[in-house]
């Protein structure tokens, strides 16, 4: 009896351990963003899109309506995806067209480029500011159906709650970890939130900074994101942030 319970108790060790390897293969790549006024379940390639174009907004000191006017039209004309085709010479994440005079096919593909252009369209609309999101956003595309951006009024609140920082701890990602190990690449996750966001801003904004390197930390290889107490890993990233015995005061990557 006391072989079969050692026998028994080493099987479920090793199941244990097996299991515990193997789950971030099992449960893929994905984001979550949880606010108090919801919770959306995104995928990866969104949860940057989504953290750039905030980035993009503080920048231009735009206010939270403008962001969620961004967010309602990038989820209705790509599904906040860097599309590189679309209807007639459309691309990018608002698909955008070159024939129009919005920049070229590849300028229109750099979700930063992309998001400045439209925020400066937003900017010349008339009383933007108190027109509902919809009508503000189809006075910027002038799509076929302006109706349809109202669609999506719900998930852009979660979204610029989040991206923006005004709710802490918002989103987290996980993903499995490469096949082949990579060096973290901190600086150039650093200069590419600077494109975004401008050394001004970043100070003053921890939430959305820690935001942002979550959304890319896979792209950069980044293994933990600090901020005021808490932790985010990539190694688990599912759980989302943890208590952190260190604390931080600004935003730390590694």
């Known amino acids: 009896m006391v072989i079969v319970a050692l026998l028994a108790a080493a099987i479920f060790y090793g199941a244990y351990h097996l299991l515990k390897r193997t789950e971030p293969f099992a449960l893929g790549e994905h984001c979550i963003v949880k606010t108090t006024d919801g919770t959306l379940d995104i995928d990866i390639e969104q949860a940057q899109v989504a953290a750039t174009i905030a980035a993009v907004a503080v920048r231009r000191k735009l206010p939270e309506r403008a962001l969620q006017i961004a967010y309602v039209t990038a989820i209705q004309e790509s599904k906040l995806a860097n599309l590189p085709y679309g209807d007639r010479d459309s691309v990018g994440v608002f698909q955008q067209r070159p024939s129009q005079g919005w920049g070229t096919a590849e300028q229109l593909q750099d979700p930063v480029y992309a998001t400045r252009k439209f925020f400066a369209a937003l900017e010349k609309v008339k009383n933007y500011r108190t027109l509902p999101l919809h009508e503000a956003a189809q006075a910027v595309q002038r799509s076929a159906d302006g109706s349809a951006y109202a669609e999506h009024e719900y998930d852009a609140k979660i979204l610029s709650a989040a991206f923006i920082g005004r709710v802490p701890q918002a989103v987290h ?10 060096s973290a690449q901190p600086e150039a996750a650093r200069k590419q939130l600077v494109r975004a966001l401008g050394t001004d801003s970043a100070p003053k904004r921890g939430w959305l900074v820690a935001a942002w390197y979550v959304a890319h930390a896979q792209r950069y290889h980044l293994r933990q994101v600090r901020f005021e107490g808490v932790t ?20 730390q990557i590694a």
Not at 232 to 251: F, I, L, N, Q
């Open 173 to 182: 990602c996980w993903y499995p970890p490469s096949d082949k190990p990579a």
């Open 232 to 251: 985010w890993t990539a190694a688990s990233g599912h759980d989302g942030w943890r208590k952190d015995a260190k604390p931080v005061a600004t935003v």
